[in-house]
């Protein structure tokens, strides 16, 4: 079926019945309840949760099969942004014309970086792209002011000529929009307690991400995914096998990086904004975490990852230490307060060092990511019947 | 015909004279073993000719054509493939996908951008990578981590990946180094057996005559970056020179 075999489509299906239903998924506490603030069922974060898996689909292509990290790749997001944002301007506030910019423009960006970049592996790669990332943060935030606003970065005005839209009645703000259909718009379900929420932005985006995901299969299992893996492999043997590497390092990197621009794309046609911290090197390190938490190499695995940290990013540095104090109201004030001192650095600002925490156990003991970790669960309870069927399958030695 | 043209070729490397006026013509189909004690430039010839190293002076032609100047992947797609000294394979990936790679490289040339066909869906290239590991007797470890075989089944899973190009000119790098004698015995077989059933030169760089004698059809003997005798097998055993090149010295009468 689509050109998938038989456990590639199974995994798909599930994303996408999981991205359909994530407003459901992600609201598991009726909103009274003292657990409603685990809720991840909004628009904002859900929208997160899809773009920055985006983003990290189209790292892992890279180096998931090729093996080159680029700690550079928030440039093309930012890149990426910065074109819609001037499609929103110039020509309408329509998203589809920002996002197919976003993406040719990344790509072009990439491919100058990428030619240069590439010249150099392992370490030296990693710092070559750091320093392009690097540059282009500190011009988007000096130099090219006109361009990208500086600091303050950009936002669709008013006064904007956006050629292709009707001028917008006074006192009126520019929206984003696909043909008509608002992006901020929400449909509010309200079942005894439980209110889900379903925005057009997210599922705009989520279908984009379900297209961006098969489209990563595709590559993945085809035979330009061998040649990369075959990069990541044995260079030498590729060269004295007939096959220039270099254009398939490059191929891959211009692919990641557009995926990088869209991500960058879809941002902007959420918020309708953009600055130059999106590329500053702390959101590049991100998606390598993202990446190597998930699983690097894995169809599903960086998706995962961008869920789990945004996730954290978002929910758990909401907690705060009088949050904690409610939790834990029915214990002696004594108790009460060794627990908060002990939970507390690991919740609201730091939630950072729970993030560290995580990702280090899961380098140590599941180097596969979270897709291992799920493998192992899976083998866990599976065990008993797949026994027999293992060894017969397995080839003699 | 010859089919491997080396004429007059030289490489320095600072003060050291690797490769010295080397001229030597290897014959279409045929087994040529090129050998010689530690240092003679033996390494540093394969390395031309496989456009690792450009030479100083000289030129080298396959089949008409210069190698001069020409990459790694472009004399591969040429028709010459080449063995190392310690098997390269791609490690990590199974032995199918090993056998894959080089089938795409000769159908689809140094790179080509078709990431939309699943890997499965390409009939000819899968039918030919099942066909060429029955061939090698390795079907039943089509799944195997290609890291993970022994020695001697890397080797040949080495063998095979350059077999499945049907290259015109094969380069051993010292084949049997490092082997136990058994094992040496059945990389002799092995080729053997590809010469014989195939239209093919094998040109061999190796330390151990056992092996040149089992198989050379002829060979060059090299000392000191120079080529000193070109001669058949039987005619080499007792010449005066080669003894001098490795022994320093022959013994008179």
Redesign the interface.
């Known amino acids: 079926m689509l050109g998938l075999s038989k456990s590639d489509i199974r995994i798909f299906l599930l994303v996408v019945v999981l991205t359909i239903f994530a407003p459901f998924i992600l609201n598991p506490f009726p909103e009274a309840s003292g657990l409603a603030q685990f809720n991840a069922g909004y628009p904002d974060l859900m929208q997160r949760f899809v773009i920055f898996g985006i983003f990290a689909i189209g790292f892992n292509i890279l180096f998931g099969l090729t093996g080159y990290l680029s700690f550079g790749h928030a440039a093309f997001l930012g890149v990426g942004s910065y074109a819609a944002i001037w499609m929103m301007k110039l020509l309408t506030m329509n998203v589809i014309p920002g996002i197919i910019m976003s993406v040719l423009i990344a790509g072009i960006f990439a491919v100058a970086v990428g030619y240069i970049s590439l010249k150099r592996t392992g370490i030296y790669f990693s710092i070559l792209t750091l320093a392009f990332a690097q540059m282009s943060f500190a011009l988007a935030y000096s130099v090219l002011t006109p361009i990208t606003g500086g600091e303050t970065g950009l936002q669709p005005k008013i006064s904007d000529p956006r050629m292709l839209d009707a001028a917008l009645a006074s006192g009126e703000a520019p929206r984003a929009n696909l043909f008509g259909l608002e992006m901020g718009t929400s449909y509010e379900l309200a079942l005894s307690g439980w209110v889900f929420t379903f925005n057009v932005g997210y599922y705009v985006a989520a279908i984009v991400m379900i297209i961006a995901l098969y489209i990563a299969i595709r590559i993945f299992r085809s035979p330009f995914g061998v040649m990369l893996r075959a990069v990541k492999s044995n260079q030498q043997r590729m060269r004295y096998t007939g096959l220039n590497p270099k254009p398939y390092t490059l191929a891959a990197f211009v692919i990641s990086g557009m995926y990088a621009g869209l991500a960058g794309g879809l941002m902007v046609a959420m918020d309708t904004q953009v600055g130059p911290e999106r590329m500053f090197w702390t959101a590049s390190g991100e998606v390598v975490l993202m990446t190597i938490l998930g699983g690097t190499g894995t169809i599903v695995g960086p998706i995962l990852g961008a869920g789990l940290i945004k996730y954290m990013e978002n929910i758990l540095s909401k907690i705060n230490a009088d949050i904690l104090y409610e939790w834990f109201a029915m214990l002696p004030d004594s108790i009460a307060d060794i627990l908060v001192f002990v939970i507390y650095p690991f919740i609201g600002k730091g939630w950072h060092l729970t993030l560290g925490i995580i990702f280090m156990c899961v380098v140590i003991f599941l180097p596969g990511g979270l897709v291992e970790g799920g493998q192992r669960i899976g083998n866990m309870f599976g065990r008993k019947k797949k026994t027999e069927g293992e060894k017969s399958s397995q080839p003699a030695e | 015909m010859s089919i491997l043209e080396i004429k007059n070729v030289s490489k320095r490397f600072g003060g050291l004279k690797a490769l010295d006026d080397v001229n030597i013509s290897v014959k279409e189909n045929t087994v040529h073993a090129i050998i010689g004690p530690n240092g003679a430039g033996k390494s540093t010839l394969l390395n031309v000719l ?1 456009g690792k190293l450009i030479p100083d002076e000289g030129s080298v032609e396959f089949d008409g054509n210069s190698l001069i100047g020409r ?3 472009e004399i ?2 040429m028709g010459v ?2 063995v ?1 000294q310690t098997p ?6 199974t032995v199918y ?1 090993n056998i ?3 089938l ?3 159908r ?15 009939k000819d ?1 899968v039918e030919k990578a099942k066909k060429m590991l029955q061939d090698v007797n390795m079907y ?5 981590r290609a890291a993970s075989l022994s020695r001697g089944d890397k080797r040949r899973l080495e063998m095979a ?1 350059c077999l499945s ?1 049907e290259p015109r000119l094969l380069l051993l790098d010292e084949p049997t180094a490092g082997m136990a004698r058994a094992d040496t015995n059945n990389t002799i077989d092995l080729l053997r057996e590809i010469r014989e059933t195939r239209d093919i030169t094998l040109a061999i760089i190796e330390h151990d005559m056992h092996v040149v004698f089992s198989l050379a059809e002829h060979v060059t003997v090299m000392a000191r970056g120079t080529p000193l005798v070109d001669d058949k097998p039987e005619n080499i055993k007792g010449h005066p020179k080669v003894q001098e090149a490795y022994l320093g010295g022959h013994k008179e009468g």
């Open positions: 496989v990459k790694p992947h591969n797609q493939s080449r190392f390269e394979i791609f490690g990590d990936m996908e894959l790679i080089p795409f490289a000769k689809d040339g140094a790179f080509r951008l078709h990431c939309i066909e699943h890997v499965e869906d390409e290239i039943e470890k089509l799944g195997m990946m190009q």
